[in-house]
């Protein structure tokens, strides 16, 4: 059974960067679409980006573009979030979560525990 580990959450100061990582265990990350959630506290959570199979990457939040970018590494089975110019408002718990197959438009499945990001000075 699909298993995710999320990892690399930090305190970074504003303009700093990141880089999130989403691990998978016990199934087949090649086959299937990863999106990269946010949730701050007393907000909902929010999705961050998705990437698919064949590398499209969607469903992209506004305020992160330009500042996020997310990758693949299939055969180390991982996701990562490389976050730069990091702001207050990026603070929050950041999870992975597996797509049902290979689109960013398919149902939630599996979810990690999560990452916390502190950006403050």
């Known amino acids: 059974q699909l298993q995710l580990v999320e990892s690399g959450g930090d305190l970074v100061q504003p303009g700093g960067s990141l880089m999130l990582s989403c691990s998978a265990s016990?199934?087949?990350?090649?086959?299937?679409?990863i999106s990269w959630f946010r949730q701050a506290p007393g907000k909902e959570r929010e999705e961050v980006v998705c990437?698919?199979?064949?590398?499209?990457?969607?469903n992209w939040l506004n305020s992160v573009k330009g500042r996020f970018t997310i990758s693949r590494n299939v055969a180390r089975h991982a996701v990562y979030l490389q976050m730069n110019n990091l702001k207050v408002e990026d603070t929050a718990l950041y999870s992975c979560?597996?797509?049902?197959?290979?689109?960013?438009?398919?149902?939630?499945?599996?979810w990690g525990k999560g990452t916390l990001v502190t950006v403050s000075s």
């Open positions: 016990g199934g087949v990350l090649y086959s299937i679409a």
């Open positions: 990437v698919q199979p064949n590398e499209q990457r969607l």
């Open positions: 979560a597996a797509r049902e197959n290979a689109w960013c438009t398919d149902p939630l499945t599996v």
